[in-house]
């Protein structure tokens, strides 16, 4: 059975850091990625790597303040959230799939439940 399952979420205050990890069993997937979604709007697309380092992808309004890293070994992968702001905010989802450097939730077939980051004051 494949699973997904997310750690790290919280609160933190604007400025603020913090860190995801994302453990997968069951499979090794090609692509491992973050999305978030605040409630009343679509997943957004935040960072994924490729397997073995084959490439990542970072979306722009998070790029220069979150870093993605994956370690194949252990099948998790790592967001670090640097310099947070409120607009940060959401449940933040791993996700993991087949299709190489995509940004689309479709393409991503396993889902993790789900962690909540909050920045606020």
């Known amino acids: 059975q494949v699973h997904l399952v997310e750690s790290g979420g919280g609160l933190v205050r604007p400025g603020g850091s913090l860190g995801l990890s994302c453990a997968a069993s069951?499979?090794?997937?090609?692509?491992l990625g973050w999305f978030r979604q605040v409630s009343g709007k679509e997943r957004e697309f935040v960072a994924s790597?490729?397997?073995?380092?084959?490439?990542?992808q970072i979306a722009d309004s998070v790029r220069g303040r979150f870093t993605i890293s994956r370690d194949d070994a252990k099948k998790t992968v790592y967001l670090e959230m640097n310099n947070l702001n409120p607009e940060d905010t959401g449940v933040y989802y791993c996700?993991?799939?087949?299709?190489?450097?995509?940004?689309?939730?479709?393409?991503?077939?396993?889902w993790g439940q789900g962690t909540q980051v909050t920045v606020s004051s």
């Open positions: 996700a993991g799939g087949p299709t190489p450097m995509t940004t689309r939730a479709q393409d991503f077939g396993y």
């Open positions: 069951g499979r090794i997937f090609y692509n």
């Open positions: 790597a490729i397997l073995e380092g084959a490439g990542m």
